[in-house]
C-alpha cells in the first residue's frame, strides 16, 4: 500500500471519540493515505509512525476498506 492508495471508512463503521474512531470520522470520503495521516498526524493524533500503524490495525479489523483504483 502506498500513499496514494485511498482509503475509506467500512460501512457500518461508527465513529466515537477514541483515536481509531476519529480517524474513521477523518475518512468518511475516500481520501488517499498519505492525505488521511498527514491531517491525522496534524490534529494531533499521534506520530507518523503511529498513525500508520494504527491505520494498518483499523484495516485489518474492518474499520477502513482500501478502495480500488
Keep these: 500500500m502506498n500513499d496514494a492508495t485511498k482509503l475509506q471508512r467500512a ?3 461508527h465513529a466515537c471519540c477514541d483515536p481509531a ?3 474513521c470520522a477523518m475518512a468518511h470520503a475516500a481520501r488517499p493515505l498519505g492525505e488521511l495521516v498527514r491531517i491525522a498526524v496534524a490534529r494531533g493524533e499521534g506520530s507518523e509512525p503511529q498513525v500508520r500503524e494504527r491505520i494498518t490495525d483499523m484495516l485489518a479489523g474492518g474499520l477502513l476498506i482500501e478502495l480500488e483504483g
Excluded: E, H, V
Design 11 to 13: 460501512p457500518g463503521a
Design 21 to 23: 474512531g476519529r480517524i
